[in-house]
């Protein structure tokens, strides 16, 4: 197709394509809109495909122009997208036209349109970037807490003999506010209120006031919040607050041996086999949580040191891809979602508009990555990739035919290769910029790391 085409880069990864198709085609384009006409028209008086060309073009002449004009602009755009590759349009970016041109069969057809396109940057700078890397051992400490938290999912709750309330029982209790005359203030009273003592999972944060308690025993209980403190409707008050202890529970834990580790998994045959296992799984997750913080900083320094803009679209997909996940995940419509979100005082646009700076930071990162994957040209081997599959294996415990069958789906397959080519990323920018020790952290620390 004889035609010229211009690009002006717009901001926010912007482009404007301008289009000049020949007058040639344009005229070709008129004759095969009016024989296609001619050969379908019904028009009384005239049998159908006899139907003299003037007295169609008198009919439906505008028709005839719009028809071309609409032939004319796709078949076009779809030559010129087939064979770009810099500025084609993003899926969810439909070029929308700027003005609607007018057709002259004897001159060109000119007309522009407007649509976001991937963008572009540029990174070749990574002086200045250092990287911390938070430094956790994983010892008897952290085993023996992992193994605690084992034991308290596996125990039993039976009933405590003394019945006299102490930090980590389990308690049920009666409760309501009393007004200065000492009555109890309506809508206050719950029954039946179960909690874990030193939890702190109890709206009045009345843990210490009640140890010491019995079974049956109701008190008084006034308590003082400080002006700071976490709850706007505590802060700077005092509540009386009368209490009575209905039920006293203690968690009863397993013993740690080799039962317990065959009860917790048939595939441990001794106690040290299953703490071997801890180990391992929290080495695993120690090294990924690690490796998930380094990448996350060396990210964000990259995104400061590139400035780019994300576009309009792209930014507005990845919003509605949450709100929609959000929707999943409380099992409803995004419609419907936005009906209990409003009922709640919110709306979904200042929700919106509340992701949105980490939606940006999020997808300007994710464009960095396959931008210099790009533009260093990283590839993998299937000998790479069967090394990723072993790697898997071995951390998790498994055999390789296993991780491998989990991996059998084309699309779960493609993860793996985009993984590698993202490890192998990283271990080549981590030659190019300063990696320093980080600050020392326990297990439970490093997963409140951000």
């Not at 505008?62 to 004319?72: F, H, V």
């Not at 702190?200 to 210490?208: A, P, Q, R």
């Not at 008190?219 to 009386?240: M, N, V």
Request: overall charge negative; proline content about 3%.
């Amino acid at each position: 197709m004889k035609l010229k085409k211009e690009f002006t880069s717009l901001e926010k990864s912007a482009v404007k394509l301008t289009v000049t198709v020949d007058k040639s085609e344009v005229e070709s384009a008129y004759k095969s809109t009016l024989k296609n006409y001619v050969k379908n028209a019904q028009i009384p008086g005239f049998r159908k495909g006899h139907v003299p060309e003037n007295v169609l073009v008198s009919k439906y002449g505008d028709s005839l122009k719009a028809d071309t004009i609409g032939s004319l602009i796709d078949s076009s755009l779809g030559e010129i997208f087939e064979k770009e590759t810099d500025n084609r349009p993003l899926p969810y970016a439909q070029p929308v036209m700027d003005e609607m041109p007018e057709l002259d069969i004897k001159k060109d057809l000119k007309y522009s349109v407007t649509y976001d396109v991937f963008p572009k940057v540029d990174v070749k700078d990574f002086s200045g970037i250092t990287v911390k890397e938070p430094q956790v051992t994983v010892g008897d400490a952290e085993i023996a807490e992992e193994l605690k938290a084992m034991q308290e999912r596996n125990a039993m709750v039976i009933d405590k003999k003394d019945e006299t309330v102490a930090k980590d029982d389990i308690v049920t209790i009666n409760y309501e506010e009393l007004g200065d005359d000492g009555k109890a203030i309506e809508g206050t009273k719950r029954e039946d209120f179960v909690f874990t003592v030193g939890s702190g999972e109890n709206l009045y944060k009345i843990d210490d006031e009640i140890v010491g308690m019995k079974k049956g025993e109701t008190k008084e209980i006034t308590k003082k919040y400080p002006k700071t403190y976490e709850d706007s409707d505590l802060a700077g008050k005092t509540k009386k607050l009368s209490v009575t202890v209905k039920a006293v529970k203690l968690r009863d834990l397993p013993a740690l041996d080799d039962d317990f580790a065959q009860d917790c998994n048939e595939k441990y045959k001794t106690l040290a086999d299953m703490k071997a296992d801890i180990a391992r799984n929290m080495e695993t997750a120690k090294n990924r949580k690690i490796k998930e913080l380094k990448n996350n900083s060396l990210l964000s320094q990259l995104v400061e040191k590139n400035p780019f803009d994300i576009p309009a679209s792209m930014l507005e997909a990845e919003l509605n891809g949450r709100w929609n996940m959000m929707a999943q995940q409380f099992q409803t419509s995004p419609e419907q979602l936005e009906k209990m979100i409003t009922s709640a005082g919110q709306t979904k646009e200042t929700m919106l508009q509340e992701w949105t700076g980490d939606s940006e930071k999020m997808l300007k990162s994710r464009i960095i990555v396959d931008s210099l994957i790009k533009a260093k040209n990283i590839t993998v081997t299937p000998e790479e990739v069967e090394a990723e599959y072993q790697k898997i294996a071995d951390e998790g415990g498994m055999t390789l035919e296993e991780v491998k069958k989990h991996y059998e789906d084309p699309r779960a397959k493609e993860y793996i290769v985009d993984d590698t080519k993202e490890n192998k990323l990283y271990d080549e920018i981590y030659k190019q910029v300063k990696v320093t020790k980080g600050d020392k952290l326990s297990f439970k620390e490093l997963f409140e790391q951000r």
